[in-house]
């Protein structure tokens, strides 16, 4: 039987590629590049507190005395001169969808904001380039304490002295140079604060949409959940493609209490001319729990590795990740799990796929400190490379300062089946479509932990990466 040859030029990604044009007189837009003029600009104009005013300066300071990390893949193309860190459009946060500037909502209505929101979650915020435009929160979730607001209307209401003595303490702008720029520049993201004893059932959702050709986005998410409390948050996020470089300079910060859970999923759909440094660290009380579920899609370059510190006894975490690097990507990730205590646990399962020339780096770090007697840790890493022209690597690190651990590590590297593709071909299968299947299937160990609605658009994203892999 003779195989299906496929041509296809382009990648379909109308879906997310699409964009508006912003016009001056519906958005404001500082100037190009980093100054303390830029900074100061920005702390006005978000109305800072004199201490978020002052730590911005200070990170500003820290931003230009560090270098440009080495550990990853070259970020060259980056010029800060070149980048606009601050985009606002001119229309007020509103929890009401009908408030929404017609070309927003537009944008957010095509991404499936908000019918996930009415179908099933708790609670959602929608950023447009700077700044969230929406936000609401279910009736259920907040008639039992929960908090979930925008950073910047957390800074000036109750939970103002919370914030200040969270923020930017897990990823503190000494921590990199690009941790000292969104220290400086940071703008919009959301809040969320779980009681002791809640139970959030159903799922909260912040989707951050780059829209602005040449600018940056920075927005900082801050949760907090309380002792024996449970919440899972996703996060989504999306650009449409450009000629210039856009950047993303995120950071995530996670505190996890006493006997307390948090799972944190991510589906990262960045344009290809975006650079995804972003930082994302959680804490973990005695007896906590934290689960990551990430999957990573695009982006020029990506440096991502979530981090989780493990500081009282019996802590746990688990972190699932795929990543899938096409032609133009150079997406190094991984995760890193720091054990500070005794009894604590960790595990990193990950899948990282490279067609087309894309190069894929799994880079992990695991710490066992001298303190943390009986931990077990667990890390088990594949690639699956489509072509010839791909790259995979594996950078594992461990560190284990305690005789009385339990570490384990397994990688694997491979390529597909000639023989799987054929047998599949040979049920009536497309050979786009043989392939598709057999990557999804490599990547369903992240998909089955999604919500269903998430686990189909990682399988939709899967689809259109194979889309032009073949002829």
Not at 99 to 119: H, M, N, S, W, Y
Not at 154 to 182: N, Q, R, S, W
Not at 195 to 220: C, D, M, T, W
Not at 348 to 363: A, H, L, M
């Amino acid at each position: 039987m003779a195989r299906e040859r496929t041509e296809v030029n382009d990648i379909d990604r109308s879906i997310y590629d699409f964009r508006y044009e912003e016009k001056d007189s519906d958005f404001y837009k500082i100037k190009e590049g980093l100054d303390r003029e830029i900074v100061e600009e920005i702390s006005e104009k978000k109305k800072d507190p004199a201490w978020m005013r002052d730590f911005r300066l200070r990170s500003l300071e820290i931003y230009n005395e560090k270098s440009i990390p080495t550990w990853g893949p070259p970020i060259d193309g980056l010029d800060m001169k070149n980048i606009v860190t601050y985009v606002k459009p001119k229309t007020k946060m509103t929890a009401d969808w009908d408030e929404v500037p017609k070309d927003i909502k537009e944008t957010f209505d095509k991404l499936g904001i908000p019918q996930a929101e009415r179908k099933s979650l708790a609670g959602v915020g929608a950023q447009y380039d700077s700044e969230l435009v929406y936000h609401n929160l279910q009736e259920e979730a907040a008639s039992k304490g929960v908090v979930y607001t925008d950073l910047e209307s957390a800074l000036h209401g109750p939970y103002a002295k919370m914030i200040e003595e969270h923020f930017m303490h897990l990823v503190p702008p000494t921590d990199h140079k690009f941790a000292a720029l969104h220290g400086a520049v940071w703008s919009g993201g959301s809040f969320v604060y779980v009681p002791k004893g809640v139970s959030v059932e159903i799922p909260l959702q912040s989707y951050f949409r780059l829209n602005a050709p040449g600018a940056g986005q920075f927005e900082h998410t801050l949760i907090i959940v309380d002792e024996g409390a449970y919440l899972h948050f996703i996060e989504g996020c999306s650009a449409p493609k450009y000629n210039i470089a856009n950047l993303h300079a995120g950071c995530v910060e996670l505190f996890v209490g006493k006997n307390a859970h948090l799972r944190y999923s991510t589906i990262e759909n960045w344009s290809k001319n975006m650079y995804n440094l972003n930082t994302k660290r959680a804490i973990v009380a005695e007896g906590g729990t934290m689960e990551w579920v990430s999957g990573s899609f695009g982006s020029h370059v990506s440096y991502l590795y979530p981090m989780t510190i493990l500081n009282g006894k019996g802590a746990k975490s688990e972190f699932t990740g795929v990543t899938f690097a096409g032609h133009g990507q150079n997406l190094d990730t991984g995760a890193k799990m720091v054990h500070n205590a005794e009894d604590t646990s960790s595990y990193i399962n990950t899948r990282s796929i490279s067609k087309d020339g894309g190069v894929s780096t799994y880079r992990s770090s695991v710490v066992i400190g001298r303190n943390a007697k009986n931990a077990k840790s667990a890390v088990s890493c594949q690639s699956l490379m489509l072509d010839s022209d791909s790259r995979s690597d594996t950078i594992p690190a461990m560190d284990v300062r305690t005789q009385q651990a339990d570490v384990g590590h397994e990688a694997r590297i491979g390529r597909i089946s000639d023989d799987a593709v054929f047998y599949l071909m040979s049920r009536g299968l497309s050979e786009e479509d043989a392939r598709a299947m057999i990557v999804s299937g490599f990547a369903d160990t992240v998909s089955k932990e999604l919500p269903l609605e998430y686990a189909v658009e990682m399988n939709n994203l899967i689809r259109l990466e194979m889309v032009g892999a073949i002829g």
